[in-house]
């Protein structure tokens, strides 16, 4: 069935540094790439996504690049903000009947 | 635009009683979706309604898992009885359409589940 990997965290930087986080994909058909995040105690928000091969997606900075050919979608952001602190969730739309299928996500700590 | 609302935020319950949750989707939005997630994990797919129908619901627990949605508009999930495994939070969401992939769902703040 479809899948999504991320990478494990917490993943740990420091205000305005670079910062990449890996999700690759096993599914069949063409499938919808989403980015939400979790801010602490809130519910999911869509963060940006990508519909088909080579799409690039963006928002409030981050941006994610749909590759078919690696199957992969990470997410990178130039300079991350102490407000970035969340936890992000790679996710696939399913072909067909639409429901998404997510990773286990990965925490975001950064320190001033 | 008012979003997914959900209730209650937050329920503790011993186990073997009963629990039940309820959404309220975006005005319009035709598909309804129950997520679980478990602490640390990625939510779960539960339920998915296309108005007031099944679409999907098989990793559904349905020997203790429930929902309805009988007007094709608000939900509502029960648990009985409940297990100590069943601690999650319930997501809900909802869509315009169901057969596009690129649609976006939109998601509720969440029903926190504590079962003692």
């Known amino acids: 069935g479809n899948s999504v990997t991320q990478m494990e965290g917490p993943v740990t930087l420091s205000e305005e540094a670079f910062l990449t986080i890996n999700c690759t994909y096993t599914a069949t058909g063409y499938p919808s790439l989403f980015w939400y995040v979790q801010y602490p105690g809130e519910g999911l928000q869509l963060l940006l996504k990508a519909t088909k091969a080579d799409d690039k997606g963006s928002n409030k900075g981050f941006e994610a690049t749909y590759r078919k050919e690696t199957t992969s979608f990470h997410l990178e952001k130039g300079s991350v903000q102490v407000s970035d602190s969340a936890v992000y969730f790679c996710?696939?739309?399913?072909?067909?009947?639409?429901?998404?299928?997510f990773g286990t996500g990965t925490r975001l700590l950064v320190s001033p | 635009e008012a979003g997914v609302a959900q209730s209650p935020r937050y329920k503790i319950i011993e186990k073997r009683q009963s629990v039940a949750f309820w959404c309220n989707p975006i005005?319009?939005?035709?598909?309804l979706y129950w997520y679980q997630q478990i602490l640390g994990q990625g939510p779960k797919l539960l339920i998915q309604f296309q108005n007031n129908g099944v679409v999907d619901d098989s990793q559904l627990p349905k020997d203790r898992f429930s929902a309805e949605r009988l007007k094709g508009v608000d939900s509502t999930l029960k648990i009985q009885p409940a297990k100590l495994e069943d601690s999650a939070v319930y997501l809900c969401?909802?869509?315009?359409?169901?057969?596009?992939?690129?649609?976006?769902?939109?998601f509720g703040e969440g029903s926190w589940l504590t079962v003692v």
């Open positions: 005005s319009g939005h035709a598909t």
């Open positions: 969401a909802s869509s315009l359409a169901q057969t596009s992939s690129g649609n976006t769902i939109y």
């Open positions: 996710a696939l739309g399913e072909t067909g009947f639409q429901k998404l299928v």
